[in-house]
């Protein structure tokens, strides 16, 4: 491995231990768990089916089912049904997710707003394209590692 690879795999790691830091500091403050904060994830962009979230967190129907009515007895998400699937159930995020963990994380938003503004546009542009690249990167790992384990 070169030099530059080393280095990056080093600040990678820097920068995985930084945001597991981040998260787990999160969850103790919120009496979330991890799984937890990663369903609230998902549904940052909208109404997610139960089913999507057992798959994408690795968990049982059984064990969505139990986190969804934990995070609901904290009134951090609701269910609905599917209007599309009657058999489906939705969940969906509640104000509360973003008056809580938002006030969390509007911190380290405001410093990496500050991080990224202080550079040029390129400099912004190249930032943005590496953190992509990085996250690609490890998404293709995953999926190669996931079909090499099929066969």
Request: proline fraction near 3%; hydrophobic fraction near 40%; glycine fraction near 6%.
């Amino acid at each position: 491995m070169t030099q530059a690879a080393q280095q990056a795999t080093t600040a990678c790691r820097t920068l995985y231990t930084a945001l597991n830091e981040l998260d787990h500091h999160a969850c103790g403050l919120l009496g979330i768990s991890r799984n937890d904060l990663a369903c609230l994830n998902l549904l940052e962009r909208g109404p997610v089916p139960a089913g999507r979230i057992a798959a994408a967190l690795g968990l049982t129907s059984g064990s969505v089912t139990t986190m969804i009515d934990r995070l609901e007895r904290q009134k951090l998400v609701e269910r609905m049904r599917d209007a599309n699937d009657r058999r489906s159930v939705l969940v969906s995020a509640t104000p509360r997710v973003f008056e809580t963990i938002g006030r969390f994380y509007a911190g380290f938003a405001q410093r990496l707003e500050a991080l990224v503004d202080a550079r040029s546009p390129e400099e912004q542009e190249q930032m943005i394209e590496s953190l992509s690249a990085v996250a690609q990167c490890c998404a293709d790992h995953v999926a190669a590692q996931s079909l090499h384990a099929a066969k």
